[in-house]
């Protein structure tokens, strides 16, 4: 693995890392994290597709991690999605002749979701993680941040941090919490331009015409599992896999049974390059 810093065609400054196999990789990923982290919590996913033979790049979010700028905050979730289109493109001239796949996790998910519904046929197949397609709020929470953004973009909340919602493992939830650059609070901002990004998944989803895998932890308190199974049935291709891994919670590359995620990552990744 190595870190580098970027400036995407979007503007943003951030920092990106890659984990390369010995000798040609088969393919490409690109993948995006997903809310209030980094790519630095990606490196047992990382580490298993290049010793794999696979490539893996992952760029850190606009208002996370190290990237520049105000940190929980975003003008609009379409910036996510510009951002990534652009990653995508810079990371596609490295390897002109390589089948590139794009992969979110959770609010990475959804990103992938609009971001494939935007490149087409420009990437090779779709994978997600927990996707953020659906999210379970209330009508009085959905107003209440809708006001705020408006009234005060910038206001900030604390996360509720349910670390015993990202893995069986509890060593996982123990790193989360002490980890600086996980966000401890965002911006009402962000979080009415997350639940935007959600409202419009169904149409993006729609769109999407490229092979896909479709993951999800049966156990998952942060994400309910019927996301997945709505991004799965709404997508118009033949060629899609869901896979429902039982007792796993939200982090399914950070579950104690991770190797058994990454086997049917690897089959079906192998069954498309």
Request: charged residues 25%; contains cysteine.
């Given at each position: 693995?190595?870190?580098?810093?970027?400036?995407?065609?979007?503007?943003?400054?951030?920092?990106?890392?890659?984990?390369?196999?010995?000798?040609?990789?088969?393919?490409?990923?690109?993948?995006?994290?997903?809310?209030?982290?980094?790519?630095?919590?990606?490196?047992?996913?990382?580490?298993?597709?290049?010793?794999?033979?696979?490539?893996?790049?992952?760029?850190?979010?606009?208002?996370?991690?190290?990237?520049?700028?105000?940190?929980?905050y975003i003008d609009k979730f379409e910036n996510f999605v510009e951002d990534t289109v652009a990653f995508f493109e810079s990371v596609k001239t490295?390897?002109?002749?390589?089948?590139?796949?794009?992969?979110?996790?959770?609010?990475?998910?959804?990103?992938?979701?609009?971001?494939?519904?935007?490149?087409?046929?420009?990437?090779?197949?779709?994978?997600?993680?927990?996707?953020?397609?659906?999210?379970?709020?209330?009508?009085?929470?959905?107003?209440?941040?809708?006001?705020?953004?408006?009234?005060?973009?910038?206001?900030?909340?604390?996360?509720?941090?349910?670390?015993?919602?990202?893995?069986?493992?509890?060593?996982?939830?123990?790193?989360?919490?002490?980890?600086?650059?996980?966000?401890?609070?965002?911006?009402?901002?962000?979080?009415?331009?997350?639940?935007?990004?959600?409202?419009?998944?169904?149409?993006?989803?729609?769109?999407?015409?490229?092979?896909?895998?479709?993951?999800?932890?049966?156990?998952?308190?942060?994400?309910p599992v019927e996301a997945s199974k709505m991004l799965f049935e709404g997508l118009g291709v033949q060629d899609k896999t869901l896979k429902i891994?039982?007792?796993?919670?939200?982090?399914?590359?950070?579950?104690?049974?991770?190797?058994?995620?990454?086997?049917?990552?690897?089959?079906?990744?192998?069954?498309?390059?």
């Amino acid at each position: 693995m190595s870190e580098e810093s970027i400036r995407l065609s979007t503007g943003l400054s951030t920092i990106y890392r890659k984990w390369i196999p010995q000798g040609d990789p088969k393919a490409i990923i690109v993948g995006v994290h997903g809310f209030a982290e980094h790519t630095g919590r990606y490196h047992n996913l990382g580490n298993f597709l290049a010793q794999n033979g696979y490539a893996l790049y992952m760029y850190d979010l606009r208002g996370h991690g190290k990237s520049q700028g105000e940190k929980g905050y975003i003008d609009k979730f379409e910036n996510f999605v510009e951002d990534t289109v652009a990653f995508f493109e810079s990371v596609k001239t490295f390897f002109p002749n390589k089948k590139v796949f794009l992969l979110g996790h959770s609010m990475g998910g959804l990103i992938a979701v609009h971001t494939a519904s935007v490149l087409g046929d420009k990437i090779n197949g779709l994978i997600t993680s927990g996707a953020a397609v659906q999210l379970e709020a209330s009508t009085r929470d959905r107003i209440m941040v809708s006001l705020m953004s408006k009234m005060a973009p910038k206001s900030r909340v604390k996360l509720p941090v349910k670390v015993e919602c990202l893995s069986t493992d509890p060593e996982v939830g123990k790193r989360y919490i002490e980890d600086p650059l996980v966000l401890k609070e965002v911006t009402m901002k962000l979080l009415f331009e997350f639940s935007r990004g959600v409202l419009g998944a169904r149409d993006a989803i729609q769109k999407i015409r490229v092979p896909a895998l479709v993951m999800h932890g049966s156990r998952d308190c942060l994400v309910p599992v019927e996301a997945s199974k709505m991004l799965f049935e709404g997508l118009g291709v033949q060629d899609k896999t869901l896979k429902i891994y039982d007792g796993m919670l939200h982090e399914i590359f950070n579950e104690v049974e991770k190797e058994k995620v990454f086997r049917d990552l690897a089959d079906w990744l192998n069954k498309h390059v």
